[in-house]
DNA sequence: CCCGATTAGTGCACCCGGTCAACGAACCGA
DNA sequence: TCGGTTCGTTGACCGGGTGCACTAATCGGG
């Protein structure tokens, strides 16, 4: 426990379990005062005085210049965490490009870099990696750790990429590779997951303790949490809500399945039904939502499939894990807009007649999102599991 | 935490965490030395003696007699709890039924209860409910807790049922009542989770830290245990799979869907099925059975269709929550003996292609299982949260 | 303007649940 | 019989957390 803060700390500090708790409790839920804490965490007054002393002393820790609440009694002195502390690197793989950010302890991002990937060789993405890290470092500031996710199964619990079928990996053991050429704690997670930790501290997932976080672009993906706990199951193959079908007389997927969720929601699936079904071979995605929102007959119908299909899927997950919350994300979440109608009359219809439909909420996307939750594996990681 | 073990006691224990769970791990895992407990859970040699010598003196543990392993080194010496050293009774209430079991603390059915509800009017059901505990209640030995469970949303965390549309209520605080009534703490679950609690601890997800169990009969449910915990969405609302669609040109449900799992896979809707296809009302699901068996091929048909949707079930429960098994149970698992084929084939095909299938576990199910799941979620309600 | 009321934070003695280290116990095989 | 090995116990000790008494800082009211 002791390696997560002593690195570049001037006053090494040793770690207790409350310690860690309670820096977790402040990175996460923003300025707290200690009295805050301690009833969060139930813990007594005293224990935050003895905990929070040496993390201030070594600079973890800052008293916040305190606005006052306007209550009675002794104002409260709010404490942060001074998230320029420590920097991680997030990076995404996906079949031909790099993603890759720097960001701070609360995943702002500092810096970003995206490339193409030259090949699926490991030796040349290792290279890569390492080429794109030691960009992204800043010299007098080492890394606290790199964290590297994909479309694919692999859990931070186990540095080896179990299957990668858009890089063509199996049993590669990628983070002990890139480990030895940063010299950095790397870890690696499945790309869906690693957006949910993100949400999951530093997004719409904040305050709750159990949410689902289900993302539209390439493909359709879900990550899941409960009971705070971000679910892996074996060997990280969780959430794979992808293929699960909507109907059975639908467009065709790459797997032939028959209306899956992804023939109906993904962009390729929408671009190329709309495409086809005009004879236009060259639209684009955006086109195709361009034409949507103007009313084009076609077009709108296809994007309405796609918002039941993805209405469904909502349903789906929240029936069967029962979040708070779900959360709605994606390279193309912006086409909610053309279709929320058709989407809120899926999640209606299909979730159970016990319950009211989930609450949902749209998540705008940056392309550079995927390498920052990354980064928050990364930080996870090191803070929960080490 | 005093409470629990005190009662009853010659010799007051005061409980510690350590405690607690040294006494939860021999409880599921059965007879182990203090050597391997001490390994599961982390804890010092010393320790464990510490923590079981109270365990001991009051009763709660025995040293069983050891046979010998044949090992080199001296013999362990394994411990397990006293099953009779606590009792419990589990409560199942159905629309028209009350099924009631005394168990052990390993949850053996000691005596067992089952009799007509008079009618769904409270204070006659709490009546009702008071007479079977003191029916089943040995005079001399109180009993520890007292579990009820029911379709409908209930948690052990809320002594109010939210909703129980079979019997009519809605935010009824039925365990106070009950606990009022009988001078015995009580706790309210759902029956699915309830069952899936008993499963975790004394059936086949011993062993397993996540597993889902599906349940076919009346109707199609689902508990899910991840990451060791029983999952309980908002207000006890998860594993509903019931309207799960399956396709959208199948068979109506009550509810109006087309061709959704209960539609397909209930025993009511597989009777109805064929007795309406053959024009004779009066088969009982039994009959159908029996004909599927025999070959019938209407009534094959109906079955075949409902492993598949059974099977789909399944795969779209692994899919998204990653188990490491399932457990197949409930009043009419049995006729998973005439629709196997059907039910793997499904399950492949509906498992997404970057997995393979979960292993699945047929589980056959006595009537008074229900009631036992409720005695199970007592027990764990006062061992875990007390 | 002072004085209780109220809430926040600190210092210090203490407690108690665990570990550590040493040892005794009970088996094996040579 | 004796070393090897694993199990279990004992007692000293350690350290994280609590309890309690205290100080700090603000408010509203007489």
């Known amino acids: 426990m002791v390696p997560v803060f002593s690195q570049s700390a001037s006053v090494p500090v040793r770690l207790t379990d409350a310690m860690r708790s309670v820096f977790v409790e402040l990175l996460v839920h923003g300025p707290l005062s200690r009295a805050e804490v301690a009833r969060r965490l139930a813990l007594s007054p005293s224990a935050l005085t003895k905990v929070t002393k040496p993390l201030i002393e070594a600079g973890y820790l800052l008293e916040a210049a305190g606005e006052s609440p306007a209550t009675v009694g002794r104002p409260s002195q709010p404490l942060r965490v001074d998230a320029s502390r420590m920097a991680f690197v997030g990076i995404k793989l996906t079949e031909d490009e790099l993603f890759a950010v720097r960001t701070d302890l609360r995943a702002t991002i500092q810096k970003e870099v995206a490339r193409p990937l030259a090949g699926h060789e490991i030796d040349d993405v290792r290279g890569q990696i390492a080429d794109v890290v030691g960009e992204l470092t800043v010299p007098g500031r080492p890394l606290s750790a790199v964290g590297i996710s994909l479309a694919g199964t692999a859990t931070p619990s186990d540095p080896v990429v179990h299957t990668a079928p858009f890089l063509g990996w199996s049993q590669l053991p990628l983070a002990e590779m890139v480990e030895e050429a940063v010299s950095v704690p790397t870890v690696l997670d499945n790309d869906v997951r690693a ?192």
Request: charged share 15%; hydrophobic share 45%; aromatic share 6%.
């Open 195 to 386: 957006l949910t930790a993100a949400q999951q501290w530093f997004g719409e997932g904040v305050g709750h303790s159990s949410f689902a976080l289900v993302t539209v672009g390439a493909g359709i993906g879900c990550g899941v949490v409960v009971g705070d706990r971000l679910v892996s199951g074996r060997s990280g193959a969780t959430g794979l809500v992808g293929h699960l079908q909507i109907d059975d007389r639908g467009p065709l997927c790459e797997r032939g399945h028959r209306g899956c969720a992804r023939a109906y929601a993904s962009s390729p699936a929408i671009r190329r039904s709309i495409a086809a079904a005009l004879d236009q071979p060259d639209l684009t995605f955006d086109d195709c939502l361009a034409m949507a929102a103007g009313g084009h007959p076609v077009a709108r119908r296809v994007f309405d499939d796609a918002g039941a299909a993805l209405g469904q899927v909502v349903a789906t997950v929240a029936n069967i894990t029962g979040p708070e919350l779900v959360v709605l994300s994606g390279e193309t979440v912006h086409m909610y807009n053309v279709c929320a109608e058709a989407f809120q009359a899926a999640l209606i219809r299909h979730t159970h007649w016990t319950t009211t439909p989930v609450r949902v909420v749209v998540k705008p996307f940056a392309f550079n999102e995927w390498a920052r939750g990354a980064a928050v594996a990364a930080l996870q990681h090191l803070l929960l599991h080490r």
